[in-house]
């Protein structure tokens, strides 16, 4: 690519996102990966829900939607069906897209529609008020949690995994140009692929849990992220509290609009009797 700010609407910045907030550096781990694809704006649709993460698309200068919450993926698929040749990616958060949106989000992977999902995992509702969210570490503290996290949270990748999806990473922001190159080969994916993005929020999620500190939040995403096959190798208690990285589904199967066009083409074959 040239440059970010080919890619940015320079009048909407600065950006809105608070001090310590890792969702520009997704923002720019995104426009690295979409610029080494040779794709001119025009290409490519970005839609987004409600929250943080979904102001990514107020920022980039291509076709965009930002619709309602939890329903991202489901513009994102009228989008991709009635122009099948636009590059379509999605930017949701954990609460976005796996709470009021989870049913789209594993329906939409079971389907392998061919979207591609980045979903910033910061722990929590950031925007809408610090609530818990269902990727809310047990023990942890949120406004809707005052005294900790009591539910068991959702292991987001496993759970696109477990849908259908033919592509699953994930990758914290403290290793960005990891986390770009996971991006590009889950754009490069024919079929439904996600990136989980582990960023962090001082604001909403560490000031509740003594981790207010920006670069000490960043600092504990590095500690405590690892590898899959190194976290194979680890206890279970060790592995459990452990932020597992890299590529966990790489695989290819029919996709969706294409089967779709297919469908198309064989009912409009004359009814032979």
């Given at each position: 690519?040239s ?26 781990a ?5 610029g ?35 329903r991202?993926?489901t ?24 709470a ?32 818990a ?45 990891v ?32 981790q ?18 190194r ?5 279970e ?33 004359p009814?032979?009797?």
């Amino acid at each position: 690519m040239s440059g970010y700010d080919d890619w940015l609407r320079l009048d909407k910045l600065p950006h809105i996102w608070c001090p310590g907030c890792g969702d520009g550096i997704v923002l720019k781990a995104i426009l690295r990966a979409v610029g080494r694809m040779g794709w001119t704006p025009g290409q490519v649709c970005m839609v987004s829900g409600i929250g943080c993460s979904s102001r990514t698309p107020g920022y980039v200068d291509v076709n965009t939607l930002h619709t309602t919450h939890g329903r991202a993926l489901t513009f994102a698929t009228g989008v991709k069906m009635a122009r099948p040749d636009l590059q379509v990616i999605v930017v949701t958060g954990d609460g976005d897209a796996t709470a009021i949106g989870g049913n789209h989000f594993i329906h939409a992977a079971r389907r392998n529609i061919d979207l591609t999902v980045i979903l910033y995992n910061n722990w929590i509702y950031g925007m809408t008020g610090g609530q818990a969210s269902p990727a809310t570490p047990a023990g942890r503290r949120a406004s809707t949690a005052p005294f900790g996290m009591i539910e068991p949270s959702f292991d987001i990748a496993a759970l696109a995994a477990a849908a259908g999806a033919t592509f699953v990473a994930r990758e914290t922001v403290a290793k960005p140009f990891v986390l770009d190159k996971l991006i590009e080969r889950a754009l490069r994916k024919k079929g439904f692929s996600l990136v989980e993005a582990m960023t962090p929020c001082p604001t909403a999620f560490g000031r509740r849990n003594h981790q207010a500190d920006a670069v000490e939040m960043v600092e504990y995403l590095r500690i405590h992220s690892t590898s899959k096959e190194r976290a194979a190798t680890l206890p279970e208690e060790e592995r459990r509290e452990a932020i597992t990285t890299g590529v966990f589904v790489d695989i290819d199967r029919p996709e969706f609009c294409g089967e779709y066009a297919k469908l198309v083409e064989r009912l409009r074959e004359p009814v032979t009797a």
